[in-house]
């Protein structure tokens, strides 16, 4: 028989679970979520991950590429409970779309291949998870795969996430021959036959008796270790029984002490209804969350998980669809009724909501009100980003925010067609709306738009997003690096005169200028002119010419800084002499000047933190090496090493792939600016002039 769930029948919070499926890229997340949609009854047909058919993989570049970019929220109902699931990118590029899921998740599943065991963005979200304080339980997908071994990726997850593994379940067959799995709690078979959805109940084979037995024990032991209770029962009748041990189990899930394991295979929709038993019987519901915590004025708040509560929620998530903008809640007090005024907590705008909706990836079904506990999306709100806190008018409190990463991967960005300029400005707007992990600026001194983000796929992602939903074709390349002049030995003495007669008043301007380097990325004037022979205005004249011709230098064109002029001598005529004439002699006697002084070039240099597993550091060192990096410290613990370097702006260019290819996705970096430095003679040869 096929296990059927029964229906919603109860609004309580204890019969709501938020959760999300988090797992690296491939481990099978979104099969998982296919298949809950399917058991579940939410869906009549599965769709696969291959086929685009997919619900939460709807956005056509997620299709055509075969992975999840987008965070996709759907809601289905199982033995009486409403349960409430975002399926999370496994990407490292769209970590931030994870970072404001699981701001607003109470548990979350954690799957893993079989083969792969603990993958480096299994452990990237893991840890993501720690900081929340999210409880998990693990799914071990895959087993039907050659090479699919049960115990050597709980091993994984033992020592890669330093997590206590308790597994409740042992497969049925291996590999290929994998048919079900003996829940080691009831001590009963679960058979699932080729060919149909269906599952059978029944004793556990003979030939796994023994083993099944023995793996009981060993869960006994483990759950009597941590637990108390499970402790005193097991001391006195030296066994636990299925009820101790699923009240411990969960008390120990969310204490986040320990970690229940389970196993299938979701391509075969083999383990799916006792992943969803696990599920209601483990992980939290709201009403087991402690109250929210906020500020208002000036001080700390809390708002329990009560319908009766002051309404409280947190914007999340923003998109733009066919329908209006969606931005996406987590009521965590109160009751959001449809039409309702909201108070944006930190603003003390408010705005009104026109409709709540249910959301099932690109669908949505129309709702009348939302409760403590649920995930909804509204349509109406014009200002809400996320990370904004929504509140009843009066009783205003402003949550956390999810945190935001710093981008570390830019390109420069411009349309094709100069008429469609501004078209790409809204565009670019609209994005990091919808995203804000990505970053638009203009940069002043190369003119250049400049999108930044969390990798380069991230980047290839939202560059095809103007092109398909906004209509702009853009072009996409490397930003410019801003590089700078500055002297090194300079002149003194030098003479210029600014003499022009064109008819009627003339312009004449004598000025004697010493040039010299200063130590500091900066510009210094100074006039040591005495008796008067260049007053005061032509002097301030000077220095604005000097600051005009600071603009290109000698060698490429590039900005100069770095010198210090001193006017030390001039003259004047009665008549042609003016403050123009005199700007004009400083503009080009700083020119001149600068053609007869010592220039080197310089470029913007970053300090770079390099974390990386400790195997990888020979790599990282050899590869920063390489891009004129120099190493100023490094240190090692816990099996991570951390690198910190200052390396030229231009040399990080795809450095982020780089990285993750050298560190199999486990190595991150955060860079800041570190000032300038002098380009060597070799490299500043092949540069072009600005």
């Avoid at 099969?31 to 939460?56: K, M, P, S």
């Avoid at 992980?283 to 509560?309: F, I, K, N, Y």
């Amino acid at each position: 028989m096929r296990a059927n769930g029964r229906p919603l029948t109860t609004t309580s919070l204890t019969a709501v679970r938020n959760l999300g499926i988090l797992a690296h890229v491939d481990a099978g997340k979104t099969t998982i979520t296919e298949r809950i949609l399917f058991a579940t009854g939410a869906i009549h047909q599965r769709g696969e991950v291959h086929a685009g058919t997919t619900v939460t993989d709807y956005d056509a570049q997620e299709r055509d590429r075969g992975i999840t970019i987008f965070a996709a929220s759907v809601s289905c109902t199982w033995d009486g409970h409403r349960v409430n699931l975002i399926d999370t990118p496994g990407h490292v590029d769209f970590s931030d779309e994870v970072e404001r899921s699981l701001r607003v998740l109470d548990g979350a599943v954690a799957v893993f291949d079989a083969v792969a065991g603990v993958e480096p963005q299994s452990e990237s979200v893991w840890r993501q998870a720690d900081r929340h304080g999210v409880p998990r339980i693990a799914f071990v997908n895959k087993l039907d795969r050659a090479g699919a071994d049960l115990d050597t990726a709980v091993a994984s997850i033992r020592e890669r996430l330093g997590a206590v593994p308790l597994v409740v379940q042992l497969p049925i067959g291996r590999e290929g021959a994998f048919t079900g799995v003996v829940d080691l709690l009831a001590m009963r078979a679960l058979h699932w036959h080729a060919g149909s959805d269906a599952y059978e109940t029944g004793p556990v084979p003979e030939p796994l008796r023994e083993e099944a037995d023995r793996r009981r024990r060993l869960l006994e032991e483990a759950v009597a270790e941590l637990h108390a209770d499970a402790l005193e029962e097991f001391c006195a009748t030296s066994a636990l029984t299925a009820r101790t041990l699923a009240r411990a189990l969960r008390e120990l899930t969310l204490r986040r002490d320990a970690v229940v394991v389970l196993c299938g295979s979701a391509f075969r929709n083999r383990g799916i209804e006792p992943l969803l038993d696990a599920v209601l019987a483990y992980l939290p519901s709201p009403a087991d969350m402690p109250p929210v915590r906020g500020m208002a004025d000036g001080a700390e708040q809390e708002r329990a998980p009560d319908p009766a509560e002051p309404f409280t929620a947190l914007a999340f998530k923003v998109t733009a669809t066919a329908t209006g903008r969606l931005t996406y809640l987590r009521v965590y007090a109160g009751t959001l009724r449809k039409g309702a005024t909201v108070l944006d907590a930190a603003t003390g705008r408010t705005e009104r909501v026109g409709r709540i909706l249910r959301v099932q990836a690109d669908r949505h079904e129309e709702k009348e009100e939302a409760v403590a506990g649920d995930i909804v999306a509204v349509i109406g709100l014009k200002a809400a980003r996320a990370g904004t806190t929504l509140c009843a008018p009066g009783a205003g409190l402003v949550l956390e925010p999810p945190s935001v990463a710093e981008p570390v991967v830019s390109v420069a960005v411009e349309a094709r067609r100069s008429i469609d300029t501004g078209r790409l400005s809204a565009a670019l707007a609209r994005l990091s709306e919808e995203d804000p992990s990505l970053v638009v600026r203009s940069d002043a001194e190369t003119g250049q738009t400049v999108l930044s983000g969390m990798g380069e796929l991230h980047l290839e992602v939202a560059a095809e997003k103007i092109r398909s939903d906004h209509g702009v074709e853009v072009v996409v390349g490397r930003p410019q690096v801003s590089y700078r002049e500055t002297v090194v030995r300079g002149v003194t003495g030098l003479v210029y005169r600014h003499v022009k007669q064109d008819g009627g008043a003339g312009q004449f301007a004598h000025v004697v200028v010493d040039v010299e380097p200063l130590e500091e990325a900066a510009f210094e004037f100074r006039s040591a002119v005495v008796g008067g022979r260049v007053p005061q205005e032509y002097a301030r004249a000077v220095e604005a010419g000097c600051r005009d011709a600071l603009a290109e230098g000698p060698l490429g064109g590039h900005p100069v800084t770095g010198l210090r002029v001193t006017l030390t001598d001039g003259a004047t005529h009665s008549k042609d002499s003016s403050e123009m004439a005199f700007r004009a002699a400083g503009r080009f006697a700083l020119r001149e000047a600068l053609r007869l002084s010592a220039v080197e070039l310089l470029e913007p240099v970053v300090e770079v933190t390099v974390t990386v597993p400790e195997d990888g550091v020979g790599g990282v060192l050899g590869d920063l090496a390489a891009r004129r990096g120099r190493v100023s410290g490094s240190t090692a613990g816990s099996g991570t090493a951390v690198i910190t370097a200052t390396v030229p702006l231009a040399e990080l260019f795809g450095y982020a792939s780089r990285l993750r290819g050298r560190t199999r996705g486990r190595g991150t970096f955060t860079t800041r600016p570190a000032g300038l430095a002098p380009v060597p003679a070799s490299v500043a040869a092949g540069l072009p002039a600005r």
